[in-house]
């Protein structure tokens, strides 16, 4: 017996229907609304960033400072994250179609990684610089850093507290990252001017560059590992794969477990797929009872919102392997 079902998205049974249908069109406006407040403060932020940008750049050649201008570098690099956040959440509210039946959530995964590639690569810049200043120290304005780090870093704690309720979106999350980043690196400006004011200290630029440079890899390096999770189709953090497992197999009904799968299309939507054995003379009734309450389980106590599950007998032909899907393609070996 086989039985393919998918949660909030399919509305296959008459008597629930209504139900179903009320549910995805409340929660399509709601994500909608969402969307909408989220570009709203996008959009004030990347002209925030580029009024920053315009500041650091000024102060950084009039003060000569390799600091300042590493700021100003990476506040560059937060006008383009956030520019590619805005557009990537755009993109993402399009509608499902034949050719992209999951929609394009996955775009704001590819946006969050096209943005900590970007601050590799000014971290990278960031420290070459900073070496060839060490070498050769210049004489720094201080004063003028000074100030124009401070307004930097007030604008820049703006932009990023005023992001907060939206940071569960790994692509928000990547650009507020950029941003507090910028605010970080800001306050090490500060110091490393106060520092060349008073005791004319000039090493103290590209020493600050330097932690500027390990501040920004390493904010880049965590967003780079969580859409590498997303991409490889990997479990979402967040959720034990061995507790699902044990959950599904806890259930009286299923007698076997196999082709277990669960990703995420983006930040906080989470799916599902499996094959579940049970007995060959349950009824359609009783099946979809049973599919049902495990979906309510799941949504409820594991965050998954898409549940696909088949339904099988003892004379399955498909290989017994928890979450392979080797054998199905009919290769020599499956990996566990």
């Not at 570098?73 to 992209?100: E, N, Q």
Request: glycine share 6%; net charge negative.
């Amino acid at each position: 017996m086989e039985h393919t079902h998918s949660d909030h998205h399919h509305a296959d049974h008459h008597h629930n229907d209504h139900n179903h249908t009320d549910h995805t069109h409340s929660h399509h406006h709601s994500h909608v609304g969402h969307a909408h407040v989220a570009q709203t403060k996008l959009r004030q932020a990347i002209f925030l960033a580029l009024l920053i940008l315009g500041v650091e750049l000024f102060g950084g050649l009039w003060a000569n400072s390799l600091a300042l201008l590493s700021d100003a570098g990476h506040m560059l690099t937060d006008v383009i994250s956030l520019v590619v956040a805005w557009w990537a959440i755009r993109v993402a509210t399009k509608s499902p179609s034949p050719m992209m039946t999951y929609g394009y959530h996955r775009i704001t995964i590819l946006a969050a990684l096209f943005n900590a590639l970007t601050l590799v690569g000014i971290a990278f810049f960031i420290g070459g610089e900073a070496y060839r200043r060490i070498l050769h120290p210049e004489p720094v304005q201080g004063l003028i850093l000074f100030v124009t780090a401070t307004i930097g870093i007030l604008v820049n704690l703006y932009i990023g507290l005023g992001m907060r309720d939206q940071s569960d979106n790994i692509n928000i999350k990547s650009a507020m990252l950029h941003v507090f980043g910028d605010a970080a690196a800001s306050a090490g400006v500060i110091i490393a001017g106060l520092v060349m004011y008073f005791a004319h200290w000039y090493i103290a630029d590209p020493i600050m560059s330097i932690l500027i440079a390990l501040l920004v890899a390493i904010g880049a390096w965590r967003i780079v590992k969580e859409t590498y999770v997303v991409l490889m189709e990997g479990t979402p953090s967040g959720i034990l794969f061995t507790d699902v497992e044990e959950f599904l197999n806890s259930i009286p009904e299923v007698i076997n477990l196999h082709d277990l799968h669960i990703w995420s299309l983006t930040s906080n939507r989470h799916a599902l797929s499996g094959h579940l054995v049970v007995d060959g003379d349950m009824c359609i009734n009783e099946s979809q009872a049973m599919v049902e309450s495990i979906e309510a389980t799941l949504s409820e106590r594991f965050g998954i919102g898409h549940v696909t599950l088949q339904l099988e007998s003892r004379n399955h032909h498909h290989a017994n392997e928890t979450c392979c899907v080797e054998s199905n393609w009919h290769h020599d070996n499956c990996q566990h």
